[in-house]
């Protein structure tokens, strides 16, 4: 979902501490949730869920109109669509915060992301929201939490498919369960684009794994990692002159030499799937205080240096560098 306009309201909002109240008007090509479906079934009226059915069919996947099975083609045009989007959250080290049913919409867009953040150093059980205390949330657990989602989305449709509800039950089952191996092909096909790999081979699974174990030993900014590989020459500095980066980098180089195009096809492939840059959290701190303080600006150079974020540019040197040790931010809100 897109951010139309932030308009204050002059009025103090009371969360953990008082802040400026604002309305934020937020676009998306709907607001239908998992949420909106389960509320829906809290009617129990079944011509109320088929009338959402044939509705959300209408307004996102209108060539579902021809199917035999118009909800069960529903419900799994929407587990696609989920994986499609949860593995661009794990592409850029995204890390949504809230993933409530009513936090999933089933456009496949992101919405009510308040206390999402980006992770800097690689570490899969990364949680930053402040309410997820148990890291139900976390970077590695949101495949998992979608799915689950999904589950909750499929057991309203029930009536819709089947007068036997145990038959219905059998059918989106199979359907739901299915995400798992969906999203694991689809987060390989990204992993490979994100190192330069063309097709598929078997050992491509090994190296990619081997990287993320190696970056969360070595506490290696995620983000800026892929992003020197993107260049013709290995990375420099004392982190990448580790024993186990070499190691890694050498089997990375022999296969890439398998690839059946040219290096540069590689790089160009690397760069649009690898950002320059992320809104880090600590530039995002600073510019909420600044804004707090009636400063717009750092926000609006901000906002100029995530406009194009595949694009190297010199000015993005303040932006793309991980945090220091008093710049971490351990924790987002749902106002952040």
């Given amino acids: 979902t897109r951010s139309l306009a932030v308009v204050t309201n002059g009025e103090k909002v009371y969360r953990e501490t008082g802040l400026p109240g604002a309305i934020l008007t937020r676009i998306a090509s709907s607001h239908i949730r998992v949420g909106t479906f389960e509320y829906a079934a809290l009617q129990q009226d079944k011509g109320i869920i088929q009338t959402l059915v044939d509705y959300t069919i209408d307004r996102h996947y209108p060539w579902i109109k021809e199917e035999q099975n118009k909800t069960l083609s529903l419900l799994k045009a929407i587990i696609e669509k989920q994986a499609d989007l949860i593995t661009h959250w794990m592409r850029v080290g995204f890390i949504h915060g809230v993933m409530n049913t009513d936090n999933m919409t089933l456009s496949g867009e992101t919405i009510d992301y308040g206390p999402c953040a980006f992770m800097d150093a690689y570490d899969p059980r990364t949680v930053f929201s402040s309410i997820d205390h148990m890291g139900r949330y976390a970077y590695a657990n949101q495949p ?85 590989l993107t260049e013709e020459k290995p990375p420099q500095g004392k982190l990448y002159n580790d024993r186990g980066f070499k190691e890694w980098y050498t089997r990375w180089q022999a296969q890439l030499a398998k690839n059946t195009k040219p290096l540069k096809s590689s790089l160009s492939l690397m760069r649009a799937n690898n950002p320059a840059v992320i809104p880090r959290n600590q530039k995002v701190e600073q510019v909420l205080g600044a804004a707090t303080n009636g400063d717009l600006k750092p926000l609006k150079d901000l906002l100029t240096a995530l406009q194009e974020p595949y694009k190297n540019r010199s000015d993005l040197k303040p932006y793309q560098s991980p945090p220091k040790q008093d710049e971490r931010v351990y924790q987002t809100f749902c106002g952040t």
Avoid: C
């Avoid at 999904?150 to 359907?175: C, G, H, S, V």
């Avoid at 694991?184 to 081997?210: H, P």
């Fill in 144 to 228: 998992d939490i979608a799915q689950w989602n999904l589950a909750r989305l499929a057991e309203t449709m029930l009536p819709l498919l089947d007068d036997e509800i145990e038959k219905a039950a059998d059918t989106t089952e199979e359907a739901v369960n299915g995400f798992g191996a969906l999203y694991k092909d689809k987060w390989l096909s990204m992993m490979r684009a994100k190192l330069g790999l063309f097709g598929a081979r078997a050992e491509d699974e090994s190296l990619i794994t081997d990287l993320l174990d190696w970056m969360q030993r070595a506490g290696a900014d995620y983000t800026n990692t892929f992003r020197h």
